[in-house]
Nanobody, 119 residues
Framework: QVQLQESGGGLVQAGGSLRLSCEAL????????MGWHRQAPGKQRELVAV???????SYTDSVKGRFTISRDNAKNTVYLQMNSLKPEDTAVYYC?????????????WGQGTQVTVSS
C-alpha cells in the first residue's frame, strides 16, 4: 500500500555534501511529520531531523548547522541536505513519515540508505 522510496546515499569525503530524498508512494493519508533517523554499527538508532505539518524543524545537536530538512507537500517528499559531512555521520539513514488515519496513527519507514563519509 505505502512505500517510502529513499535515494541519495553514497560515499563522500569528509567535508562533502549529500542530499537524501524520500518519496512516499501510495495513499499515505494525512501526514503529520516527516523525518530522518540514522543507525551506525553498534549504535542505537537516533533521530536526526524532523519537520512537522506546521513546518517546524528539529535537529539533533550533532548535525545542527550542517543538515537541513525540507519537504515538498505536493510530492509527498522529504529531503535531507547534508553539508560538511564528517566520518561520524556514517550510518544507514532511514526515512520516517507519521500519518494520521481515521482511527489510528500510522508510522512508515523507508528501507534505509547507506551514507559513508571517508576521512
Amino acid at each position: 500500500q505505502v512505500q517510502l522510496q529513499e535515494s541519495g546515499g553514497g560515499l563522500v569525503q569528509a567535508g562533502g555534501s549529500l542530499r537524501l530524498s524520500c518519496e512516499a508512494l501510495g495513499n499515505i493519508g494525512n501526514i503529520k511529520s516527516m523525518g530522518w533517523h540514522r543507525q551506525a554499527p553498534g549504535k542505537q538508532r537516533e533521530l536526526v531531523a524532523v519537520i512537522s505539518s506546521g513546518d517546524t524543524t528539529s535537529y539533533t545537536d550533532s548535525v545542527k548547522g550542517r543538515f537541513t530538512i525540507s519537504r515538498d507537500n505536493a510530492k509527498n517528499t522529504v529531503y535531507l541536505q547534508m553539508n560538511s559531512l564528517k566520518p561520524e555521520d556514517t550510518a544507514v539513514y532511514y526515512c520516517n513519515i507519521v500519518a494520521r488515519g481515521v482511527f489510528k496513527q500510522y508510522d512508515y519507514w523507508g528501507q534505509g540508505t547507506q551514507v559513508t563519509v571517508s576521512s
